[in-house]
């Protein structure tokens, strides 16, 4: 009886929002065995959207569903799967109030709906959330997170949603600092439980009124500048190791920087469809991760040099889809990040040892390579606009806060000009 009443007050809830769930049999599209997808549909007035429940059906057995009187049990399975899936719909639509599409999305797929309205653990929000981005294939930015559900649970253990407050925020704040770590991994932590409270009050679990956020301000970070020098780069770009495995580092070390300090992370998922002539085009593996729409594409004009790299290094094996030999088809999202983070490792242990040979002071791993890109292009009077471009950035503020500043003796001279 209880079950029934609160059904039907979902119902009534959704009637309000004018939000509906139905299913579809997707026909144009039958398998191997002729069954085709079903398909939730959410319908909020003027706007629809389709879901996958990994159910089949012929379109005999779709028409058999819907019957009072069902005897196949393996259509039975399906439509308690269906009657489930809705059930589900319907609790999350009733506790969405504004509906959203996206915050429906994200918890349908988290599989806590049935704890929604009693888990108030962090750990148990985190959680779901690591799932989902491991699902989808962000492993990088899953990890992440798990840092930072670890960071809170050795600051309290225990927390519940209701226990982020704005004294909370600032007491984590002065212990990580006590620590010793920095204002930027301090503010990854909090930006990253910040999302985590968003998705709480998307899910009417705690009112916006006491979003935490408000009345605290995330520490960020002082951008440690990783340019080289106009003199230490020339050392590089001049120098010829005597090891094999040294000049490869160099080699993709340098490749990084002339493509507009493209990250080792989408070096290593180039192919060959990538090169266009002299242009190299691309999509950000980040930007893939995290936009929906107006993917655009990088557009690299390629250096001589770097087309002599790409030449010196391509993969000679023609199963394999890959511009280099480094990742090969059929690997999980899991490996793919391990691989490109051996990778990035192998590249930085060969650049510290360049860098004591030709005596440059500060580290050259493979993020000074994207960097210095950015930094050269400024001290030769590019625009900001066209450098964001080149990066792959969403704006021009993120844009200069890769940005060196101008060397000393570059201040010393432009003195000068006062008095010139």
Same mark, same amino acid.
């Given at each position: 009886?209880?079950?029934?009443?609160?059904?039907?007050?979902?119902?009534?809830?959704?009637?309000?929002?004018?939000?509906?769930?139905?299913?579809?049999?997707?026909?144009?599209?039958?398998?191997?065995?002729n069954?085709?997808?079903?398909?939730?549909?959410?319908?909020?007035?003027?706007?629809?959207?389709?879901?996958?429940?990994?159910?089949?059906?012929?379109?005999?057995?779709?028409?058999?569903?819907? %019957?009072?009187?069902?005897?196949? %049990?393996?259509?039975?399975?399906? !439509?308690n =799967?269906?009657?489930?899936?809705?059930?589900?719909?319907?609790?999350?639509?009733?506790?969405?109030?504004?509906?959203?599409?996206?915050?429906?999305?994200?918890?349908?797929?988290?599989n806590?709906?049935?704890?929604?309205?009693?888990?108030?653990?962090l750990q148990?929000?985190?959680?779901t959330?690591?799932?989902?981005?491991?699902?989808?294939?962000?492993?990088?930015?899953?990890?992440?997170?798990?840092?930072?559900?670890?960071?809170?649970?050795?600051?309290?253990?225990?927390?519940?949603i209701?226990d982020?407050?704005?004294?909370?925020?600032?007491?984590?704040?002065?212990?990580?600092?006590?620590?010793?770590? %920095?204002?930027?991994?301090?503010?990854?932590?909090?930006?990253?439980?910040?999302?985590?409270?968003?998705?709480?009050?998307?899910?009417?679990?705690?009112?916006?009124?006491?979003?935490?956020?408000?009345?605290?301000?995330?520490?960020?970070g002082?951008?440690? !500048?990783?340019?080289?020098?106009? =003199?230490?780069?020339?050392?590089?770009?001049?120098?010829?190791?005597?090891k094999?495995?040294?000049?490869?580092?160099?080699?993709?070390?340098?490749?990084?920087?002339?493509?507009?300090?493209?990250?080792?992370?989408d070096?290593?998922?180039?192919?060959?469809?990538?090169?266009?002539?002299s242009?190299?085009?691309?999509?950000?593996?980040?930007?893939?991760?995290?936009?929906?729409?107006?993917?655009?594409?990088?557009?690299?004009g390629?250096?001589?040099?770097?087309?002599a790299?790409?030449?010196?290094?391509?993969?000679?094996?023609?199963?394999?889809?890959?511009?280099?030999?480094?990742?090969?088809?059929?690997?999980?999202?899991?490996?793919?990040?391990? &691989?490109?983070? &051996?990778?990035?490792?192998?590249?930085?242990?060969?650049?510290?040892?360049?860098?004591k040979?030709?005596?440059?002071?500060?580290?050259i791993?493979?993020?000074?390579?994207?960097?210095?890109?950015?930094?050269?292009?400024?001290?030769r009077?590019?625009?900001?606009?066209?450098?964001?471009?080149?990066?792959?950035?969403?704006?021009?503020?993120?844009?200069?806060n890769?940005?060196? %500043?101008?060397?000393?003796?570059v201040?010393?001279?432009?003195?000068?000009?006062?008095?010139?």
């Amino acid at each position: 009886m209880v079950a029934f009443v609160v059904a039907m007050l979902n119902r009534i809830t959704m009637l309000e929002q004018n939000v509906t769930v139905s299913f579809y049999l997707e026909k144009t599209k039958p398998n191997a065995e002729n069954k085709c997808l079903i398909k939730m549909v959410i319908y909020c007035k003027p706007n629809k959207k389709r879901f996958s429940t990994n159910c089949h059906a012929t379109i005999q057995e779709w028409e058999k569903l819907n %019957s009072s009187k069902l005897r196949d %049990s393996n259509l039975k399975e399906i !439509k308690n =799967i269906l009657n489930t899936k809705q059930q589900k719909a319907e609790k999350i639509i009733a506790d969405l109030v504004p509906f959203s599409f996206i915050a429906f999305e994200d918890l349908f797929y988290s599989n806590s709906v049935t704890k929604t309205n009693n888990n108030t653990a962090l750990q148990h929000w985190f959680d779901t959330y690591v799932k989902t981005l491991n699902d989808k294939g962000r492993v990088g930015t899953a990890s992440s997170y798990r840092t930072t559900i670890n960071s809170l649970n050795e600051f309290k253990k225990g927390l519940h949603i209701q226990d982020v407050t704005p004294a909370l925020l600032e007491e984590y704040e002065a212990y990580m600092l006590n620590k010793g770590n %920095s204002n930027t991994t301090i503010g990854i932590y909090l930006r990253q439980l910040r999302a985590i409270i968003n998705q709480v009050i998307a899910a009417g679990l705690l009112q916006q009124e006491k979003y935490p956020f408000k009345k605290y301000e995330i520490p960020s970070g002082q951008n440690i !500048k990783k340019a080289l020098s106009d =003199i230490e780069i020339n050392k590089l770009l001049n120098h010829t190791p005597t090891k094999e495995d040294e000049q490869k580092a160099l080699d993709f070390w340098i490749l990084s920087y002339l493509c507009s300090g493209i990250n080792f992370a989408d070096i290593v998922q180039l192919k060959p469809s990538n090169i266009d002539g002299s242009y190299l085009n691309f999509i950000r593996q980040k930007t893939k991760n995290t936009k929906k729409k107006d993917l655009r594409p990088i557009k690299i004009g390629l250096h001589p040099k770097a087309l002599a790299i790409v030449e010196k290094w391509k993969n000679t094996d023609s199963s394999n889809p890959y511009l280099f030999p480094i990742l090969e088809t059929g690997l999980n999202p899991i490996t793919v990040k391990n &691989r490109c983070k &051996r990778f990035i490792k192998w590249v930085n242990l060969r650049m510290e040892k360049i860098r004591k040979e030709l005596g440059i002071d500060q580290k050259i791993g493979t993020y000074a390579a994207r960097h210095t890109f950015s930094t050269v292009m400024k001290r030769r009077g590019v625009s900001t606009e066209f450098i964001k471009e080149s990066l792959g950035h969403s704006s021009v503020a993120v844009t200069e806060n890769y940005l060196d %500043s101008f060397n000393d003796d570059v201040k010393l001279d432009y003195t000068k000009f006062l008095t010139s």
